[in-house]
């Protein structure tokens, strides 16, 4: 049990002017609406179009459901302390919060990793995606992202969790992170950091790997493919996915490639705004650029919505 002599943390954000802060909630609350709808729209579409009931776009669903949920166990908090007069957050209330944010970001990473594997199926045994790659094994390989993230979380949880915080009780940043977490620690935090230190290599790493392996094997199989117009259609499937790996791991591995208590955590703040906050709304409009299908789909829902309201009208 956590015998902390602090019982609140508080959380420093940005440290801006009245109007300034006001003016960067506006931006970031337009932001996070913009995400929200947009991954909302998303889970609509596949959910009420038929023909996208397939592992590919209950892959991309899921990906949005987990957006909703990563930027929402940081975000509100954040708009919250821009331009309230209390930046102030319960110890358990810290911790839950990077519970929930590991939660999700690994999530992201075994997700991503699963989506690679449905488009090397796709692209290297188009003939036998049908029965690899079903509805019911897709539902599973989410299942089991899910499950290894909260598996391998669990022994960090549980270190921070029996932490003590005796002062001080400032975190120079406008999210509980794990580094920034452990330095207001008054125990030994030595154990903790090697566990998280090994997770955070293995899984960032472990599937960067299986990522790059995957799109190793569906370039060799493209470069095989005799017609340009087969080879810039079989690109074309994998386009979104790559664009978002790349935005994700240029983000992740800058901030996490440098997992000491002893960095200066403000240096971190612009680039985690980036994928907290900017990336999650840049993802959906990635993936329906790129996708004629959820396009068609959106037109379709956006022309029976004006025709119901054109009826209800006349």
Same mark, same amino acid.
Request: overall charge positive; glycine content about 2%; proline content about 4%.
């Given at each position: 049990?956590?015998?902390?002599?602090?019982?609140?943390?508080?959380?420093?954000?940005?440290?801006?002017?009245?109007?300034?802060?006001?003016?960067?909630?506006?931006?970031?609350? /337009?932001?996070?609406?913009?995400?929200?709808?947009?991954?909302?729209?998303?889970?609509?579409?596949?959910?009420?179009?038929?023909?996208?009931?397939?592992?590919?776009?209950?892959?991309?669903?899921?990906?949005?459901?987990?957006?909703?949920?990563?930027?929402?166990?940081?975000?509100?908090?954040?708009?919250?302390?821009?331009?309230?007069?209390?930046?102030?957050?319960?110890?358990?209330?810290?911790?839950? &919060?990077?519970?929930?944010?590991?939660?999700?970001?690994?999530?992201?990473?075994?997700?991503?990793?699963?989506?690679?594997?449905?488009?090397?199926?796709?692209?290297?045994?188009?003939?036998?995606?049908?029965?690899?790659?079903?509805?019911?094994?897709?539902?599973?390989?989410?299942?089991?992202?899910?499950?290894?993230?909260?598996?391998?979380?669990?022994?960090?949880?549980?270190?921070?969790?029996?932490?003590?915080?005796?002062?001080?009780?400032?975190?120079?940043?406008?999210?509980?992170?794990?580094?920034?977490?452990?330095?207001?620690?008054?125990?030994?935090?030595?154990?903790? &950091?090697?566990?998280?230190?090994?997770?955070?290599?293995?899984?960032?790493?472990?599937?960067?790997?299986?990522?790059?392996?995957?799109?190793?094997?569906?370039?060799?199989?493209?470069?095989?493919?005799?017609?340009?117009?087969?080879?810039?259609?079989?690109?074309?499937?994998?386009?979104?996915?790559?664009?978002?790996?790349?935005?994700?791991?240029?983000?992740?591995?800058?901030?996490?490639?440098?997992?000491?208590?002893?960095?200066?955590?403000?240096?971190?703040?612009?680039?985690?705004?980036?994928?907290?906050?900017?990336?999650?709304?840049?993802?959906?409009?990635?993936?329906?650029?790129?996708?004629? /299908? /959820?396009?068609?789909?959106?037109?379709?829902?956006?022309? &029976?919505?004006?025709?119901?309201?054109?009826?209800?009208?006349?």
């Amino acid at each position: 049990m956590n015998k902390s002599s602090i019982s609140e943390i508080i959380l420093l954000g940005f440290s801006l002017k009245e109007d300034s802060a006001i003016y960067l909630f506006i931006f970031f609350f /337009l932001i996070y609406i913009l995400s929200l709808v947009a991954n909302v729209l998303i889970i609509i579409l596949v959910y009420s179009s038929k023909h996208l009931h397939c592992p590919m776009y209950l892959l991309v669903a899921n990906f949005s459901f987990l957006e909703i949920c990563y930027t929402s166990v940081t975000v509100p908090k954040m708009l919250a302390d821009l331009i309230g007069q209390s930046r102030s957050i319960s110890i358990a209330g810290c911790i839950t &919060q990077y519970h929930f944010f590991s939660l999700c970001a690994a999530t992201e990473h075994f997700l991503l990793v699963t989506m690679a594997y449905d488009r090397y199926v796709a692209i290297c045994h188009p003939l036998r995606y049908g029965t690899i790659m079903n509805n019911a094994f897709c539902v599973q390989l989410i299942a089991a992202c899910w499950s290894i993230s909260a598996l391998s979380l669990t022994i960090p949880a549980v270190s921070v969790a029996n932490l003590h915080f005796c002062g001080p009780n400032t975190i120079d940043h406008f999210f509980c992170e794990f580094n920034p977490l452990l330095k207001l620690s008054c125990t030994d935090t030595y154990t903790a &950091q090697f566990i998280f230190n090994c997770l955070a290599w293995i899984i960032i790493f472990g599937c960067l790997i299986c990522i790059a392996i995957s799109y190793m094997k569906i370039i060799s199989t493209v470069i095989k493919i005799p017609s340009s117009h087969g080879k810039r259609k079989a690109f074309s499937t994998c386009t979104s996915h790559f664009t978002v790996v790349g935005i994700f791991y240029g983000t992740v591995i800058f901030i996490y490639l440098r997992p000491t208590v002893n960095v200066p955590f403000h240096q971190n703040k612009v680039v985690s705004v980036f994928y907290i906050v900017v990336t999650p709304m840049l993802n959906p409009i990635i993936y329906s650029f790129n996708n004629r /299908l /959820l396009r068609k789909a959106a037109y379709k829902l956006i022309e &029976q919505r004006l025709l119901k309201l054109v009826r209800k009208m006349y």
